[in-house]
């Protein structure tokens, strides 16, 4: 994977769960990878597993629905490491409940943490990719925003807009050789996001699952690493379904 190196990567929600199973991937890589989650203090103990790869790593407590903060690190990224010439759009929450009980307020919360923060993410680090002549930005939607989930409707909607929005956004910077593409987790428990769910809520989801597993952060990040690659230059505007066959 040496064509990884001397790049450098930002990943979103890195502190924890795939955010970290990335970073830790693309860092084995040879990429320097920053981090960034509200929580920074998990961000920096991230960041720390990043550099015993041997690569270079910042980390910062960023919100990634604050335009100013995430224009901020972006430049503290550039200024130090360099680039960026990756993007993981990755930070993510859920704020589950059926239709009739959902607030107003779950919707926008994960809307606006899940669709409004990758746009704020992308639009930061543009400039330097068009400049670049480069570019990977990738987003981690969900199986949930191809197929949908009962009690999910914002969730789902946030991950089918991260769909269209890369999508788009590979339209616009293909001609600087910049590529955008989706990676589709399925089911990977033991992650912030999954830790909680009820047994029964598990084994319904395993009994949709072909290769009739979960699967792990690190075949996750696996996908990614690829798509950040040079080996993946020809493809944009992709939803890649790590889900063991489970939306094929
Ligand atoms: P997780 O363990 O809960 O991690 C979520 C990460 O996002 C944390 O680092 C969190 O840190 C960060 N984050 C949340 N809100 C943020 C904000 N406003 N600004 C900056 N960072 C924020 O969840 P996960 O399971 O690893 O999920 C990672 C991504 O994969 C999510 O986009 C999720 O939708 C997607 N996904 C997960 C699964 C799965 O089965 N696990 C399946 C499909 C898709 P702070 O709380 O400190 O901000």
């Keep these: 994977m040496t064509e990884l190196k001397a790049k450098v990567a930002i990943v979103t929600g890195g502190s924890r769960g795939l955010g970290r199973a990335i970073a830790l991937r693309l860092a084995a890589d040879g ?10 203090e998990a961000a920096a103990e991230t960041a720390a597993l990043v550099e015993q790869s041997g690569v270079r790593s910042l980390s910062r407590s960023v919100d990634v629905t604050d335009a100013e903060q995430v224009g901020a690190f972006v430049k503290q990224v550039s200024e130090t490491l360099g680039g960026p010439d990756i993007l993981i759009n990755n930070a993510g929450i859920t704020r589950d409940n059926l239709l009739m009980r959902m607030k107003e307020e779950d919707w926008d919360t994960v809307l606006e943490t899940n669709l409004k923060g990758a746009f704020t993410c992308a639009k930061a680090v543009a400039r330097p990719m068009m ?3 480069f570019g990977r930005i990738i987003g981690i939607s969900s199986v949930v925003g191809i197929v949908g989930n009962a009690g999910q409707a914002n969730y789902a909607a946030s991950k089918a807009g991260l769909i269209g929005f890369s999508k788009s956004l590979a339209r616009e910077l293909a001609s600087r050789s910049i590529t955008v593409n989706i990676v589709a987790p399925g089911f990977v428990p033991d992650t912030g996001m999954t830790g909680d769910l009820p047994e029964a809520a598990v084994e319904s989801m395993m009994s949709n699952v072909p290769l009739g597993r979960s699967g ?3 075949e996750v990040a696996d996908a990614v690493a690829f798509l950040a690659s040079d080996r993946s230059a020809y493809i944009t505007g992709q939803v890649l379904a790590v889900d063991g066959g489970m939306t094929m």
């Design 31 to 40: 990429v320097d990878v920053a981090v960034c989650a509200r929580n920074g």
């Design 216 to 218: 792990t952060p690190e």
């Design 131 to 133: 400049k670049a002549r």
